[in-house]
């Protein structure tokens, strides 16, 4: 997934130091991405096929390449440790995204007061049921797997 070695211009091969990061620092390094990124083009550029973050483009700021892989939502940006919670919270965010373009409505759990989406509501956009809960963010009505205090 990683690669250790990479070609230079030069002669030979040249080793990309591998570091070990915490998920705040892959955090901070993707604002300071975002916030470099020219008017027009879309933070997905960080988000491979798999949603794996392309580290090759931030080794400038973290200083080298990840020792293991961070994968981002496509939608909501939100990054993770894990490979299966970005790719079920955009299928969510998509369904939640139809559904309220045709109703008007929020996809919520009626009377949850944690605004917890109801995969009832949304069943027939989705492709498949999240294994998580997840909730409507009252802001921005975004797709989160953290509980709203």
């Not at 496509?74 to 965010?93: C, G, M």
Request: charged share 30%; proline share 5%; hydrophobic share 30%.
């Amino acid at each position: 997934m990683f690669f250790k070695k990479r070609k230079s211009k030069q002669k030979g091969e040249v080793k990309e130091q591998i570091i070990n990061v915490t998920i705040g620092q892959v955090r901070q390094a993707v604002n300071e991405y975002a916030d470099g990124l020219k008017q027009g083009i879309s933070l997905r550029t960080l988000i491979l096929d798999d949603h794996s973050i392309d580290f090759h483009l931030l080794k400038g700021t973290l200083k080298g390449l990840p020792s293991q892989p961070f994968y981002m939502s496509k939608e909501t940006f939100e990054i993770f440790e894990t490979a299966e919670l970005p790719k079920q919270i955009d299928n969510v965010q998509k369904a939640v995204d139809q559904y309220m373009q045709e109703t008007g409505e929020e996809p919520i759990i009626p009377g949850n007061p944690d605004r917890k989406i109801s995969y009832y509501l949304i069943r027939h956009y989705l492709h498949n049921k999240p294994e998580v809960e997840l909730y409507l963010d009252k802001r921005d009505k975004m797709v989160t797997h953290r509980r709203p205090e």
